[in-house]
């Protein structure tokens, strides 16, 4: 059986619209990951070229054990809450660009 198509009126379930919407997001994730990757990586490469940074100690932790075993999590957390807050923001100014023209299925 054939998906149902929409009706032609119906912008907010176009390819387009989705098209639109789904690339928007694929860029936000593409952003959110390359952060994580940034900070994933940047932990190993900072102890390998500056180990004295790396050994310095704040808190009673070494810098290193510092980012990778305090900071490191809520950093993940916060990536992830902008991705949240920012893909609802791009959905709804999709949603508010469609209804703006007048264009919507109701």
């Known amino acids: 059986m054939p998906p149902p198509t929409p ?6 379930h176009s390819e387009s619209f ?3 919407l789904m690339r928007r997001q694929l860029a ?5 990951a390359a952060t994580f990757f940034a ?13 004295a940074l790396m050994a310095t100690r704040v808190g009673g932790f070494t810098l290193s054990w510092l980012l ?3 900071l490191f999590f809520p950093f993940v957390w916060i990536i992830s809450w902008i991705f949240i807050r ?3 923001a791009l ?3 999709e949603v508010d660009d469609v ?5 919507g299925g109701n």
């Open 7 to 12: 009706d032609h009126d119906d912008v907010i």
């Open 18 to 20: 989705l098209r639109s």
């Open 28 to 32: 936000l994730s593409v952003s959110c």
């Open 39 to 51: 900070a994933l990586l940047g932990v190993p490469l900072l102890n390998y070229f500056a180990p």
């Open 68 to 70: 990778l075993g305090v």
């Open 86 to 88: 920012r893909s609802i």
């Open 91 to 93: 959905e709804n100014q």
């Open 99 to 103: 209804q703006r023209t007048g264009k």
